[in-house]
């Protein structure tokens, strides 16, 4: 049984950091490509970052530059390290993991708020 295990969230203002991690079991993520989704209130889930079971990372453009995204295959965890965050990052974030020619693996989200 694969398992997606969140980690980090929380309250922080603007202008501020925060990391997630997400921590996995079933799956090993170096074989697969992981990384986070967010979903803010009322809107879609999107895309924040991925990496490739290659190592390549992919961001949003509306988080490059402030996010990095980073795969631990001894630990078998990956997580993400946010800076300069602001308001309209605000979601909850979800890990992620896409099995090549399997199902999605999804862990339960995480709460990120950025105050104002």
């Known amino acids: 049984q694969v398992q997606l295990v969140e980690s980090g969230g929380g309250l922080v203002q603007a202008g501020g950091s925060l990391g997630l991690s997400c921590a996995a079991s079933g799956i090993i993520f170096r074989y697969n490509a992981v990384g986070w989704y967010r979903q803010a209130p009322g809107k879609e889930r999107e895309l924040v970052a991925l990496?490739?079971?290659?190592?390549?990372?992919n961001y949003a453009d509306s988080v490059k530059g402030r996010v990095a995204i980073f795969r631990d295959s001894v630990k078998n965890t990956v997580s993400l390290q946010m800076n300069s965050l602001k308001p309209e990052d605000t979601a909850v974030y979800y890990c992620y993991a896409q099995t090549v020619g399997g199902p999605v693996y999804w862990g339960q989200g995480t709460q990120v708020t950025v105050s104002s």
């Open positions: 990496i490739s079971s290659f190592g390549s990372a």
